[in-house]
């Protein structure tokens, strides 16, 4: 069994330390407490749940509640089960953890991590923060992996699961700080897979319990696996990006507990030979102070984002938009008449990637704010069943998509804090219509309420489980803080 | 079809080569690279990053497996196969290194082995099928180097073999599997999704695990794409797909397939005498020259408390340029390290990087006398570089000895016995003679061999009797 393989491996681990011993000075040498790198080892090491407040149980616990249901939702769709058949024909032996929406089918835990991670962003219906990246999908999925990995004797009780979540939040945020680029909607490498690499690596290594310099070795492996490149956003391959993260981020967690070594220097600048900074034209890295009394965590001050259709955020705000312009129409026309339509202006950032005249697929579509704009206006509202094919191909669709024009305003940032989308109807008539969004329902600004985030957990949860099991879902995120077991939340799964 | 993307035409390139197209050339030396690639892994499994990876990796096994070289007693699935083999190849920086930079054979063989035995229908992969996809591997790799003249030196941000070899990984499983076109594009397009890892990890223990993932990471893209998984069709056409990885990214298309151009024709690999980076090559044959001389001059002896200083004259590479080395990851990718080791000893070999000769008193004086310098005309190229040892005498005499080609370079290649000497030594390591000369035949006649799974056998060191007699059968 895989934990047995754990425990035996630290003995192991025992003995190549003496070989190593004089990789172990080098670190010492280098004094801990005076590199970048050494100062986020430290932190995830030291953290413990009391430094966690309330703000921060609050919205953590409303992303994991999320994620899951996002997650179980996207066990549905075809590129999960491409996944899961792949990971199934490839493996079978130590299948502990759980697959989302398949009870009784268990993989093995990096493999199981990946397969809910696919899940979890295969509609882009998953978290963003901002800086820009999916912190959730990158992290949770690991987490509920490796706690049914662990032996019984040591089961991570709800707080230490929080915690462990919170450290892979908190690392991510941290790293995307290192670089004023990250504070932009991405052009080059997709975010999840360069910090939530390193943030699933951070978490696991703190469920784990690594030790200080484990944690720093499982930091510097990670690196290693991180960084996709964005041209495979609006693919079906997206997906795999946060598949991969979580997973590959616990294997490099799981590499550093039975001694793997890396650069102990990973997070810090390197001059002439690039670690994390690979991934950045701009890097700032900088300490974390070791936590004493309390730490500030980043979810303290800056909240999530979550999404109330599946696709990429930046659509939120021409929706809002949109559906607002259309109300305006609406009473002007009596009804929604297309036909009275000349030209639909979009005003809207630049971004080449979420920028799409005519998308062909599901995957497109999500990253279409021209696509999302006209399904908004014509059904008045967009969710699920907006990115079927049929609905994709709809004629009327088309019609629409062929009278959009697509404007860049100056001061429209191509950056979720401070981006807003704009509707303009210019009739035939001459007159005009226009509908603005600065802050659509969901944004961090705007949170959803309680009862909007569980009613978007409970319409995806239903497809895949009976009412009961969904309200049992949510009410052991609600209390995970006192669950002895937290185990017991993947097993539910 | 026209493919007017250079992404489509690679995967029309993958998808079309074949047995015919390569030439006499290619065969011969990608049987060398084989071979001494096989050899570097074999050695590879008795190191300490080796034995971490095997215990990660047995958390995984199934029903299809795959074997793990010099190994009887486990197998594992293919993946992971081709992780820990992959490892096993680079784990002591022992394996071939081309140009554009790229240790290339690593990245694709342990992938390609691991895959032919994977196959469900019990399907036979011949010799020179696997020789084909062996050379996509190797091709693709090449191709994506010339897309940015950054690649041209010895890097800095990325570790090539992290960038390219997964790729050239995909493509290589990809030819294996027969996918059509469409998948050759969606399997390159999914393995640039795990490409790329930070330069920072060589010298460190992780450093192997760049070839393992390469290996198994390419193996694992052209897998779901043949599960019709999709990605971006224009992967190599975008600054966001394989141009995230470059400052300047020209991507171009591939000759066409009519009597196709290889680039191993052209361009031969170096292979190492010595395990450590391929920049101190240069300098063990610059010091070692140094020495004889030197040695010459003073009675046949080293006059050790005689040198006031070495100077050695090397390109400006960062991560080789290391005073102190104190672990044998850091130990290959030293100049200093090398250029004293050699002039200690004459020469440098596996054992050069023992944990006792790293740390002997000797060494680290001479370490403490040693300085670098980077002279202007001295490119971090592997095309272009040269080393000049330069040894100062207290009684103010310098002995100079200057290396622009060391012996194993493309430029003056191994000979067979040698590549063959190399081999055995390494392989004999962890395998019986009947086992180790099967794999030198095997390789030598991998065209005709029919079924390739003989290699496989050998490689994991089973009753090698029988199987010779099956060889000759051949």
Same mark, same amino acid.
Request: hydrophobic share 40%; aromatic share 8%.
């Given at each position: 069994?895989?934990?047995?393989? $754990?425990?035996?491996?630290?003995?192991?681990?025992?003995?190549?330390?003496?070989?190593?011993?004089?990789?172990?000075?080098?670190?010492?040498?280098?004094?801990?407490?005076?590199?970048?790198?050494?100062?986020?080892?430290?932190?995830?090491?030291?953290?413990?749940?009391?430094?966690?407040?309330?703000?921060?149980?609050?919205?953590?616990?409303?992303?994991?509640?999320?994620?899951?249901?996002?997650?179980?939702?996207?066990?549905?769709?075809?590129?999960? !089960?491409?996944?899961?058949?792949?990971?199934?024909?490839?493996?079978?032996?130590?299948?502990?953890?759980?697959?989302?929406?398949?009870?009784?089918?268990?993989?093995?835990?990096?493999?199981?991590?990946?397969?809910?991670?696919?899940?979890?962003?295969?509609?882009?219906?998953?978290?963003?923060?901002?800086?820009?990246?999916?912190?959730?999908?990158?992290?949770?999925?690991? $987490?509920?992996?490796?706690?049914?990995?662990?032996?019984?004797?040591?089961?991570?009780?709800?707080?230490?699961?929080? $915690?462990?979540?919170?450290?892979?939040?908190?690392?991510?945020?941290?790293?995307?700080?290192?670089?004023?680029?990250?504070?932009?909607?991405?052009?080059?490498?997709?975010?999840?897979?360069?910090?939530?690499?390193?943030?699933?690596?951070?978490?696991?290594?703190?469920?784990?319990?690594?030790?200080?310099?484990?944690?720093?070795?499982?930091?510097?492996?990670?690196?290693?696996?991180?960084?996709?490149?964005?041209?495979?956003?609006?693919?079906?391959?997206?997906?795999?990006?946060?598949?991969?993260?979580?997973?590959?981020?616990?294997?490099?967690?799981?590499?550093?507990?039975?001694?793997?070594?890396?650069?102990?220097?990973?997070?810090?600048?390197?001059?002439?030979?690039?670690?994390?900074?690979?991934?950045?034209?701009?890097?700032?890295?900088?300490?974390?102070?070791?936590?004493? !009394?309390?730490?500030?965590?980043?979810?303290?001050?800056?909240?999530?984002?979550?999404?109330?259709?599946?696709?990429?955020?930046?659509?939120?705000?021409?929706?809002?938009?949109?559906?607002?312009?259309?109300?305006?129409?609406?009473?002007?026309?009596?009804?929604?008449?297309?036909?009275?339509?000349?030209?639909?202006? $979009?005003?809207?950032?630049?971004?080449?990637?979420?920028?799409?005249?005519?998308?062909?697929?599901?995957?497109?579509?999500?990253?279409?704010?021209?696509?999302?704009?006209?399904?908004?206006?014509?059904?008045?509202?967009?969710?699920?069943?907006?990115?079927?094919?049929?609905?994709?191909?709809?004629?009327?669709?088309?019609?629409?998509?062929?009278?959009?024009?697509?404007?860049?305003?100056?001061?429209?940032?191509?950056?979720?804090?401070?981006?807003?989308?704009?509707?303009? +109807?210019? +009739?035939?008539?001459? !007159?005009?219509?226009?509908?603005?969004?600065?802050?659509?329902?969901?944004?961090?600004?705007?949170?959803?309420?309680?009862?909007?985030?569980?009613?978007?957990?409970?319409?995806?949860?239903?497809?895949?489980?009976?009412?009961?099991?969904?309200?049992?879902?949510?009410?052991?995120? !609600?209390?995970?803080?006192?669950?002895?077991?937290?185990?017991?939340?993947?097993?539910?799964? | 079809?026209?493919?007017?993307?250079?992404?489509?035409?690679?995967?029309?390139?993958?998808?079309?080569?074949?047995?015919?197209?390569?030439?006499?050339?290619?065969?011969?030396?990608?049987?060398? =690279?084989?071979?001494?690639?096989?050899?570097? %892994?074999?050695?590879?499994?008795?190191?300490?990053?080796?034995?971490?990876?095997?215990?990660?990796?047995?958390?995984?096994?199934?029903?299809?497996?795959?074997?793990?070289?010099?190994?009887?007693? /486990?197998?594992?699935?293919?993946?992971?196969?081709?992780?820990?083999?992959?490892?096993?190849?680079?784990?002591?920086?022992?394996?071939?290194?081309?140009?554009?930079?790229?240790?290339?054979?690593?990245?694709?063989?342990?992938?390609?082995?691991?895959?032919?035995?994977? /196959?469900?229908?019990?399907?036979?992969?011949?010799?020179?099928?696997?020789?084909?996809?062996?050379?996509?591997?190797?091709?693709?790799?090449?191709?994506?180097?010339?897309?940015?003249?950054?690649?041209?030196?010895?890097?800095?941000?990325?570790?090539?073999?992290?960038?390219?070899?997964? =790729?050239?990984?995909? #493509?290589?499983?990809?030819?294996?599997?027969?996918?059509?076109?469409?998948?050759?594009?969606?399997?390159?397009?999914?393995?640039?999704?795990?490409?790329? #890892?930070?330069?920072?990890?060589?010298?460190?223990?992780?450093?192997?695990?760049?070839?393992?993932? #390469?290996?198994?990471?390419?193996?694992?893209?052209?897998?779901?794409?043949?599960?019709?998984?999709?990605?971006?069709?224009?992967?190599?056409?975008?600054?966001?797909?394989?141009?995230?990885?470059?400052?300047?990214?020209?991507?171009?298309?591939?000759?066409?397939?009519?009597?196709?151009?290889?680039?191993?024709?052209?361009?031969?690999?170096?292979?190492?005498? /010595?395990?450590?980076?391929? %920049?101190?090559?240069?300098?063990?044959?610059?010091?070692?020259?140094?020495?004889?001389?030197?040695?010459?001059?003073?009675?046949?002896?080293?006059?050790?408390?005689?040198?006031?200083?070495?100077?050695?004259?090397?390109?400006?590479?960062?991560?080789?340029?290391?005073?102190?080395?104190?672990?044998?990851?850091?130990?290959?990718?030293?100049?200093?390290?090398?250029?004293?080791? #050699?002039?200690?000893?004459?020469?440098?070999?596996?054992?050069?990087?023992?944990?006792?000769?790293?740390?002997?008193?000797?060494?680290?004086?001479?370490?403490?006398?040693?300085?670098?310098?980077?002279?202007?005309?001295?490119?971090?190229?592997?095309?272009?570089?040269?080393?000049?040892?330069?040894?100062?005498?207290?009684?103010?005499?310098?002995?100079?000895?200057?290396?622009?080609?060391?012996?194993?370079?493309?430029?003056?290649?191994?000979?067979?016995?040698?590549?063959?000497?190399?081999?055995?030594?390494?392989?004999?390591?962890?395998?019986?003679?009947?086992?180790?000369?099967?794999?030198?035949?095997?390789?030598?006649?991998?065209?005709?061999?029919?079924?390739?799974?003989?290699?496989? =056998?050998?490689?994991?060191?089973?009753?090698?009797?029988?199987?010779?007699?099956?060889?000759?059968?051949?």
């Amino acid at each position: 069994m895989v934990y047995l393989t $754990l425990q035996k491996s630290q003995k192991i681990l025992a003995s190549s330390r003496q070989v190593h011993k004089t990789a172990a000075h080098v670190v010492a040498r280098s004094a801990p407490e005076e590199t970048v790198t050494s100062s986020f080892a430290s932190f995830i090491h030291a953290v413990r749940p009391e430094h966690l407040t309330k703000t921060v149980l609050y919205r953590s616990k409303r992303m994991i509640l999320d994620s899951i249901g996002v997650g179980l939702m996207g066990s549905t769709t075809p590129v999960f !089960d491409i996944a899961l058949q792949y990971c199934r024909e490839l493996y079978s032996s130590v299948a502990v953890s759980s697959v989302y929406g398949r009870p009784g089918m268990k993989l093995s835990p990096t493999l199981a991590a990946f397969t809910n991670g696919v899940a979890t962003h295969s509609m882009d219906f998953d978290d963003t923060w901002h800086p820009a990246t999916h912190p959730s999908g990158a992290v949770l999925p690991a $987490l509920l992996a490796a706690s049914q990995m662990l032996p019984p004797s040591t089961k991570p009780n709800g707080l230490d699961f929080l $915690l462990a979540f919170n450290v892979g939040l908190e690392v991510q945020g941290r790293l995307m700080h290192f670089s004023t680029e990250a504070h932009n909607i991405p052009k080059r490498f997709h975010p999840p897979s360069v910090v939530g690499t390193m943030g699933s690596a951070a978490a696991t290594a703190k469920l784990l319990s690594l030790s200080m310099t484990q944690c720093a070795h499982a930091l510097g492996i990670a690196a290693s696996l991180a960084g996709a490149p964005m041209a495979n956003a609006a693919t079906q391959a997206k997906p795999l990006h946060i598949g991969n993260a979580t997973r590959l981020g616990f294997e490099a967690a799981l590499l550093a507990a039975r001694g793997m070594e890396a650069n102990p220097v990973i997070l810090d600048d390197i001059p002439g030979c690039s670690g994390f900074s690979a991934f950045y034209s701009v890097y700032h890295p900088k300490p974390l102070t070791t936590p004493g !009394d309390h730490h500030e965590f980043l979810l303290e001050k800056q909240d999530i984002a979550f999404k109330r259709f599946p696709a990429h955020l930046g659509m939120h705000w021409v929706v809002d938009a949109a559906l607002s312009v259309r109300n305006l129409f609406i009473n002007y026309a009596g009804s929604f008449s297309p036909s009275l339509i000349r030209t639909i202006v $979009l005003k809207i950032p630049v971004s080449k990637y979420i920028n799409r005249p005519f998308p062909s697929s599901e995957h497109q579509a999500r990253h279409s704010f021209q696509f999302n704009a006209c399904t908004a206006l014509l059904d008045g509202e967009v969710g699920l069943s907006s990115f079927t094919e049929s609905s994709i191909h709809r004629q009327e669709l088309r019609e629409l998509l062929d009278k959009v024009v697509v404007e860049h305003p100056e001061d429209n940032v191509a950056n979720f804090d401070k981006m807003y989308g704009e509707v303009a +109807l210019l +009739l035939h008539s001459g !007159d005009v219509l226009t509908g603005k969004c600065d802050t659509f329902y969901g944004h961090w600004r705007k949170p959803l309420s309680r009862e909007s985030l569980l009613k978007k957990f409970r319409s995806n949860a239903s497809h895949v489980f009976p009412e009961e099991k969904v309200e049992t879902i949510i009410t052991m995120v !609600d209390n995970l803080e006192n669950m002895s077991d937290s185990s017991q939340l993947a097993c539910s799964l | 079809f026209l493919s007017q993307t250079v992404t489509g035409n690679f995967a029309n390139v993958i998808h079309g080569l074949n047995a015919n197209h390569l030439t006499d050339q290619v065969i011969q030396r990608s049987k060398r =690279m084989i071979l001494d690639t096989l050899g570097v %892994g074999l050695l590879g499994t008795s190191t300490e990053v080796y034995h971490k990876v095997k215990q990660y990796s047995k958390i995984y096994s199934s029903d299809i497996s795959s074997t793990i070289w010099g190994h009887l007693d /486990f197998r594992l699935p293919p993946l992971y196969a081709a992780f820990v083999n992959g490892v096993a190849v680079h784990s002591m920086d022992f394996d071939d290194t081309w140009h554009p930079a790229t240790h290339p054979s690593g990245a694709v063989l342990p992938a390609v082995i691991a895959l032919s035995e994977a /196959f469900p229908q019990k399907k036979k992969i011949s010799g020179l099928d696997l020789l084909v996809a062996f050379n996509v591997g190797i091709e693709v790799q090449g191709r994506l180097l010339r897309f940015s003249n950054e690649a041209r030196n010895i890097p800095k941000r990325f570790h090539p073999p992290t960038v390219v070899g997964t =790729m050239g990984s995909a #493509a290589a499983c990809a030819k294996l599997l027969a996918l059509d076109q469409a998948k050759c594009k969606n399997a390159l397009a999914i393995a640039a999704s795990y490409a790329g #890892a930070p330069l920072a990890n060589a010298a460190t223990q992780t450093k192997p695990l760049h070839i393992g993932n #390469a290996a198994k990471h390419g193996l694992e893209a052209a897998c779901l794409a043949s599960q019709d998984l999709q990605g971006n069709k224009q992967i190599l056409d975008m600054e966001s797909g394989m141009g995230a990885f470059y400052t300047d990214y020209s991507p171009q298309s591939l000759p066409t397939l009519q009597s196709y151009a290889w680039l191993l024709d052209q361009q031969d690999v170096a292979i190492k005498r /010595f395990p450590a980076h391929l %920049g101190t090559h240069w300098v063990a044959d610059a010091a070692s020259s140094a020495r004889r001389k030197l040695v010459e001059s003073s009675d046949h002896m080293l006059p050790l408390d005689k040198i006031e200083k070495v100077i050695v004259k090397v390109p400006e590479v960062k991560y080789v340029n290391r005073p102190n080395a104190n672990s044998e990851h850091e130990a290959r990718h030293s100049f200093q390290f090398v250029a004293c080791s #050699a002039l200690l000893d004459g020469s440098m070999s596996v054992q050069s990087f023992a944990s006792e000769n790293i740390h002997r008193p000797a060494l680290r004086e001479l370490l403490c006398k040693t300085q670098l310098e980077h002279p202007a005309d001295n490119k971090p190229s592997f095309e272009s570089l040269y080393c000049e040892v330069t040894v100062v005498l207290q009684d103010g005499n310098m002995i100079s000895d200057r290396c622009d080609t060391f012996y194993g370079h493309w430029r003056k290649p191994l000979e067979k016995e040698d590549l063959e000497k190399k081999f055995q030594s390494n392989a004999s390591e962890v395998l019986p003679p009947e086992a180790t000369e099967g794999i030198i035949e095997t390789v030598y006649n991998l065209e005709k061999v029919k079924d390739c799974s003989i290699l496989s =056998m050998f490689l994991s060191g089973q009753s090698a009797r029988a199987l010779s007699e099956k060889l000759r059968l051949l």
